[in-house]
């Protein structure tokens, strides 16, 4: 099952810089995305969402931007910080009569900041 | 702030036997799902409960397992006869509206 891509396992960047972290998806009835970050032996933390409704959202640091035409969104933190080295995961579901569905996450891409 | 909890965080158990783990979610939360990730792989759903009853299940979600809503509080996964490739972290979430949040996990080691 590949609906949902994170393509680079792996980013590292320097403290203070810009991360980019892509997700691309395949399937077109998805109009809800998720960003989750995850430490080790932890349950992921809900980051920032958007609806297919819009384009962009931004929450402090972090902002998320959805390309429906290309099936891609893309999560950016600015300025990246040591406490941000974690792993993202891209996740995205599907409305129902019943309410949400089920997530379907992508492999996640472990990021790394230097300091 | 109001977070999804789970017990216990560590179950090791014999190939056969039955096990339950336990997740109280959020209290004004009305959906209830569980994930499950085996070691290196992604992040797979499994179920998901509204109103007392599945909502939605994956293929994973087969006759061995069940999940019950006991009381006001408690969500529970059961696994009745566990497997060897039943070993994975499983994590519980519920949600409001569209956001789930998720518990801790508890690893599930099938010996």
């Known amino acids: 099952d590949q609906q949902v891509k994170q393509n680079s396992p792996s980013l590292s960047v320097q403290e203070g810089r810009i991360s980019i972290l892509n997700c691309d998806y395949t399937?077109?009835?998805?109009?809800?995305f998720l960003w989750y970050k995850k430490y080790p032996a932890e349950g992921p933390t809900f980051l920032i969402s958007?609806?297919?409704?819009?384009d962009k959202n931004e929450d402090g640091r972090f902002t998320v931007f959805l390309n429906k035409s290309a099936k891609h969104l893309s999560l950016h933190i600015v300025p990246s910080q040591p406490g941000d080295s974690a792993v993202y995961f891209c996740?995205?579901?599907?409305?129902?009569?019943?309410?949400?569905?089920?997530?379907?996450f992508g492999s996640g891409t472990r990021l790394q900041v230097q300091p | 702030e109001p977070e999804v909890t789970q017990t216990p965080s560590h179950q090791v158990t014999q190939m056969g036997q039955e096990v339950i783990l336990r997740c109280v979610p959020i209290?004004?939360?009305?959906?209830f799902y569980w994930y499950r990730q085996i070691l290196g792989q992604k992040v797979e759903f499994l179920v998901s409960?509204?109103?007392?009853?599945?909502?939605?299940k994956s293929e994973i979600f087969d006759d061995q397992f069940s999940v019950e809503r006991p009381d006001g509080s408690n969500f529970t996964l059961k696994i009745r006869s566990t497997k060897l490739e039943d070993s994975a972290m499983y994590f519980c979430?519920?949600?409001?509206?569209?956001?789930?949040?998720f518990g801790p996990g508890t690893r599930l080691t099938v010996l």
């Open positions: 996740a995205a579901s599907l409305d129902s009569d019943t309410g949400r569905r089920a997530l379907t």
């Open positions: 409960f509204y109103n007392n009853e599945i909502s939605e």
């Open positions: 399937n077109s009835m998805f109009d809800y």
């Open positions: 958007i609806s297919s409704i819009k």
């Open positions: 209290s004004n939360h009305l959906y």
């Open positions: 979430a519920s949600s409001r509206y569209d956001t789930q949040y």
